[in-house]
C-alpha cells in the first residue's frame, strides 16, 4: 500500500534524523519531529518490519531498558545516489589515458563474459524458445523489464527491455549495447539483430532472435 503524503514525509524526515544522529531513541525522535511517541513508534514498526530500521536493546542499572533506533543497511537505498554519474566521470578519465579506449572495449568484453559464464548453465539442453524465456527472466532480475513474444516468422521470437539500469553510462559507452547484443548471441546460439534501442532515442530495446543459418 503507497504511503499517504504525510506519512511519506514523516518517513523522511525520520530517515533523515536517524542518518545525521546515528541512533535515537522514541523520545528523542519525538522531541525533534513534535509528534507523539505513539506516532513514532507506528512509523518506526513499520520502518522495522520494511528492513530499515534495527532496535538495540540497552540496559540500564535502574529502571526499564532503553530502546535506540537505527538504519541498517537495507536504508541506504532511500538516500541519494550518482553512481552513474561517477561511473561516465572514471571511464571519460580511462577514455584519455594512452591507451583508454582498448581498455575500455576489454571491460566491457570481459563483463560481457562473466555474465555468459555465470548464465550459461540456465540455457544448457533447452530449445530456442524456452532459452528467449530464461534470458527474459534473468534480464528481469537485473531490472530491465524484459519480455518476449512470438513474432510471425517461423521459428523466431522477440525480446523488449523497457528499462536500461545503465542507460547513462550505454549513452556515452556504446560498448555496453555491443557486448549486450554479442551476449545474447553466446547465451541463445542465435542470430541475434537490435532493431530498437534506448540508447538511440527508441521506446524500448528490442532484439530480433532467430535461429542461427549456416
Not at 511517541?37 to 520494511?50: D, G, Q, S, T, Y
Not at 548464465?119 to 534473468?138: G, N
Amino acid at each position: 500500500m503507497p504511503l499517504r503524503k504525510e506519512e511519506g514525509s514523516t518517513r523522511s524526515r525520520l530517515l533523515h534524523l536517524l542518518r545525521t544522529r546515528s541512533s535515537c531513541s522514541v523520545s528523542e525522535l519525538s522531541g525533534a519531529l513534535s509528534l507523539t511517541e505513539m506516532a513514532v513508534r507506528r512509523h518506526l514498526h513499520a520502518m522495522e518490519k520494511n528492513g530499515q530500521v534495527a532496535v538495540t536493546v540497552v540496559r540500564q542499572g535502574m529502571g526499564r531498558p532503553l530502546y535506540r533506533y537505527s538504519l541498517t543497511a537495507h536504508a541506504d537505498e532511500w538516500f541519494p545516489k550518482n553512481y552513474a554519474q561517477l561511473t561516465l566521470d572514471l571511464l571519460a578519465e580511462l577514455e584519455e589515458e594512452d591507451e583508454g579506449a582498448e581498455v575500455i572495449d576489454r571491460m566491457f568484453q570481459g563483463r560481457r563474459d562473466k555474465l555468459a559464464e555465470r548464465y550459461e548453465e540456465r540455457m544448457r539442453h533447452k530449445p530456442l524458445e524456452e532459452r528467449v524465456r530464461e534470458l527474459a527472466l534473468i534480464q528481469n532480475g537485473g531490472g530491465y523489464m524484459a519480455s518476449w513474444e512470438r513474432t510471425e516468422e517461423e521459428d523466431a521470437y522477440a525480446l523488449h527491455e523497457y528499462n536500461c539500469p545503465i542507460a547513462h553510462v550505454a549513452g556515452q559507452f556504446r560498448q555496453a549495447c555491443h557486448c549486450e547484443q554479442q551476449l545474447f548471441v553466446r547465451l541463445l546460439d542465435a542470430d541475434v539483430e537490435r532493431t530498437e534501442c534506448l540508447a538511440d532515442g527508441g521506446t524500448r530495446c528490442t532484439y530480433a532472435i532467430r535461429p542461427k543459418t549456416d
